[in-house]
């Protein structure tokens, strides 16, 4: 599979929000790692956190996407994703919705390009740099999930974006993972750029603020910044966590939590170049 890109599939800042399911019994709840979930589902209502302004893909949980009905319609016009996902019912305010039970999962890492944490024993922990062997994603692949993290994260191909651009659906937002085009000589320029970018933001910080007093910068107005990371609240004020991509954009998150080292770091405000 020739000149392949492959996204990773995350919804977008202005998707509805959907509070999860106080029930331990259901499956939803339960581990998604591309297991059948048909013969044990049961629609179940998901109650509204945030309505905002998109509805097509509203955000659940990171591995379990959701669609809309007329997103689901549009799917089963052009026979999309079928052999791929599984599609489970859910409403939501009196509308129907669909999780996307992804059973497509693939082994196609290329382990020689892609750079691997691991445990001290040796076994794999996590993908410091992930690198796909597009031989071994069939022709026509749309949504699948790796071996390796298969309750983790989703992958789309460009045949799946371009789809969902030429219908205009709104709610998604594509990180690219992986191009086959890019050059290992081109991703050592990116992989420069982005050290550049991070000794430039090194070298430009002005007063460092403990994590407590950031955040009262941040009620403030304030942006901070701590290396690769960004705080902001946004207009309602829910704090927004941002991590510097090699792409030198941000990719912003709502978090549950706060990752305990990032705690323990020193920020700094952003001036009005970095907001």
């Known amino acids: 599979m020739d000149n392949i890109k492959v996204y990773a599939l995350k919804n977008d800042q202005k998707s509805k929000l959907l509070a999860a399911v106080d029930n331990d019994d259901h499956p939803i709840n339960s581990d998604f790692h591309g297991e059948s979930k048909l013969t044990e589902w049961t629609s179940i209502n998901l109650e509204t956190l945030y309505k905002r302004t998109y509805n097509d893909f509203p955000d659940y949980v990171i591995g379990k996407p959701i669609i809309s009905k007329r997103v689901k319609e549009a799917m089963d016009k052009d026979r999309l994703l079928e052999g791929e996902v599984e599609f489970l019912p859910l409403t939501n305010d009196n509308e129907e919705l669909f999780m996307l039970n992804v059973v497509n999962v693939l082994d196609c890492v290329d382990y020689n390009r892609s750079e691997i944490g691991r445990f001290k024993d040796g076994s794999w922990a996590r993908f410091n740099k992930l690198v796909f062997d597009p031989a071994k994603i069939p022709h026509g692949t749309c949504m699948f999930k790796i071996k390796e993290t298969p309750g983790v994260q989703v992958f789309v191909t460009e045949k799946f974006k371009q789809w969902v651009e030429e219908h205009k659906f709104k709610g998604l937002s594509f990180s690219q993972v992986y191009d086959a085009d890019f ?5 050592a320029e990116q992989q420069r750029l982005y050290d550049a970018a991070l000794e430039l933001i090194e070298q430009n910080k002005g007063k460092k603020y403990a994590y407590e007093d950031a955040r009262e910068l941040l009620d403030q107005g304030k942006t901070m910044i701590s290396g690769r990371w960004k705080m902001k609240l946004d207009d309602q004020g829910r ?8 792409g030198l954009s941000y990719q912003w998150m709502m978090p549950t939590y706060i990752p305990p080292v990032l705690l323990l770091e020193s920020w700094h405000k952003a001036d009005l170049l970095e907001q």
Do not use: D, I, N, R
């Open 239 to 246: 704090l927004w966590l941002g991590e510097l991509l090699k």
């Open 183 to 187: 050059t290992e000589e081109m991703e």
